[in-house]
């Protein structure tokens, strides 16, 4: 199974899920308001404030995303898979815009996104406030080794030294 940028894994078909009271979603990206997305992230989610057009564009492009639609067709949330389609997927940027909370449509939403047919085999993270019982109720938990998992945050690149044997 091979995956070009932005698209779906060779043999996997676009996914239209439907939802409560008329509210679906799907995963085919020429339906993401990308101006909307790009809005509410760098506005309202305290993780992404102030992120460039550009990096949210190019996000969407590498990602599986899926898009939350209200009945008239107008997208009220999203969530996207950074994922290899094969052994890991990290469940980033979901979100359901404020206007339409409240009625299990962020629960339908991460339903539709972990049921997707291109990342059911794979392991799957996310990172989150620990109090977020949402996840916990489609089965994500703490990591079993966290202190196996390490970060760098983007900034200066580091050379790296050439005199340390262990590279």
Do not use: K, N
């Amino acid at each position: 199974m091979t995956a070009r940028a932005g698209t779906l894994p060779e043999g996997v078909r676009s996914v239209r899920w439907e939802g409560p009271d008329g509210y679906w979603a799907s995963d085919d990206r020429r339906l993401v308001d990308r101006a909307w997305v790009h809005a509410w992230l760098t506005q309202e989610a305290y993780w992404a404030l102030g992120r460039p057009y550009a990096v949210v564009d190019r996000s969407i492009d590498h990602s599986l995303v899926i898009g939350l639609y209200a009945p008239s067709g107008e997208q009220v949330g999203f969530a996207r898979w950074v994922t290899d389609f094969a052994t890991f997927g990290w469940l980033s940027d979901v979100f359901v815009s404020t206007a339409h909370q409240g009625d299990g449509l962020g629960s339908f939403l991460v339903q539709a996104a972990i049921s997707h047919p291109a990342i059911r085999d794979a392991r799957l993270v996310l990172a989150t406030a620990p109090v977020r019982t949402l996840y916990r109720r489609h089965g994500f938990e703490p990591l079993q080794s966290p202190e196996r998992w390490m970060e760098r945050r983007p900034g200066p690149s580091v050379a790296p030294d050439r005199e340390d044997p262990s590279l």
